[in-house]
Nanobody
Framework: QVQLVESGGGLVQAGGSLRLSCAAS????????MGWYRQAPGKQREFVAR???????NYADSVKGRFTISRDNAENTVYLRLNSLKPEDTAVYYC???????????????WGQGTQVTVSS
């Protein structure tokens, strides 16, 4: 199994910034993709950003130019820098990893517990 632990959420005013971190641990052989999703109250979970082990990134249109994803492969950690935050960015942000463990034949899809980001207007 893979454990994902997020940190860095909080309350910030509109226009402010935050940095989220997510550290993966466990009997990990490799992690191909790490990413972030978010879920606002009453809405479905949605994609925010992802990064491959090679550094290729993808972003949701709603966050392009404001959020930046990065990754430390040696530490199995992914970061999300959130700039120019808007009230509509308020959500629980979940870390995601597609990883292979020692005991698994195939890659598995793993999720963290989530960290709350609240943006006040």
């Amino acid at each position: 199994q893979v454990q994902l632990v997020e940190s860095g959420g909080g309350l910030v005013q509109a226009g402010g910034s935050l940095r989220l971190s997510c550290a993966a641990s466990g009997r990990i052989v490799s992690i191909s993709t790490m990413g972030w999703y978010r879920q606002a109250p009453g809405k479905q979970r949605e994609f925010v950003a992802r990064i491959t082990s090679g550094g290729t990134t993808n972003y949701a249109d709603s966050v392009k130019g404001r959020f930046t994803i990065s990754r430390d492969n040696a530490e199995n950690t992914v970061y999300l820098r959130l700039n120019s935050l808007k009230p509509e960015d308020t959500a629980v942000y979940y870390c995601n990893a597609v990883a292979k463990t020692i005991t698994a034949y195939y890659e598995g899809n793993y999720w963290g517990q989530g960290t709350q980001v609240t943006v006040s207007s």
